[in-house]
């Protein structure tokens, strides 16, 4: 866990409460956090998720790991220090983003699983709806796809320290959801978890 250097400060409670920004947007907020291996099907999905839940009419939002590695988290790279500080920094802002009522999903390789259990706790102490969502795909197949040509990089030792080749994926071990990409389409994978959402009371107050 990073050290609080700030000195001097005090938690400032809101007058609006949870319940009623969930009664507002008519949903719960939650996040779901998508790991897996690269070209597991994470952010595909999750952005499909989304979609699916905006024509709806409901509220959602992707945090993904590109993305956000192109401005909040720019600083970072990818070593096992700054992975952890990358994870950690983005579930402080899905915990937030939840609060506020948004469905949202972050779609982050976040390969060890000690810090996916800390984005957990961070979710837990604060009641935030926090649900994993594996993308079990295997890497033979994330291989075989290779969007970004990672994997073929990595192969010819032009990529140091990349997850699954050499660097370990810690898969978890209680997962919410689990989802093998290999047969499974983004389309069907979104109404997998749409379902499970609709289950949890997620989509309704």
Wanted: charged share 25%; net charge neutral; hydrophobic share 40%.
């Amino acid at each position: 866990m990073a050290e609080n250097k700030a000195t001097n400060i005090t938690w400032h409670e809101g007058h609006v409460t949870r319940d009623e920004r969930a009664a507002l947007l008519k949903q719960k907020g939650a996040t779901l956090w998508f790991t897996g291996l690269s070209g597991s099907g994470k952010s595909t999905i999750a952005f499909t998720l989304e979609h699916a839940l905006m024509q709806r009419g409901r509220l959602a939002y992707v945090l993904d790991g590109d993305n956000i590695r192109t401005g909040l988290n720019k600083n970072l790279g990818f070593s096992a220090a700054d992975r952890e500080e990358n994870i950690r920094r983005i579930g402080e802002v899905a915990k937030l983003f939840a609060d506020a009522g948004v469905l949202t999903m972050a779609s982050f390789i976040s390969p060890y699983r000690k810090d996916r259990d800390v984005v957990r706790a961070l979710h837990v102490e604060a009641k935030v709806p926090f649900i994993e969502v594996h993308l079990a795909t295997p890497i033979e197949t994330c291989e075989q796809r290779d969007p970004k040509g990672l994997y073929k990089k990595a192969r010819a030792g032009q990529l140091k320290g990349f997850t699954g080749i050499d660097d370990p994926y810690e898969a978890p071990l209680q997962a919410e959801i689990t989802i093998d990409a290999t047969s499974t389409s983004p389309q069907q994978a979104a109404q997998q978890l749409m379902e499970y959402l609709e289950k949890q009371g997620m989509l309704a107050v």
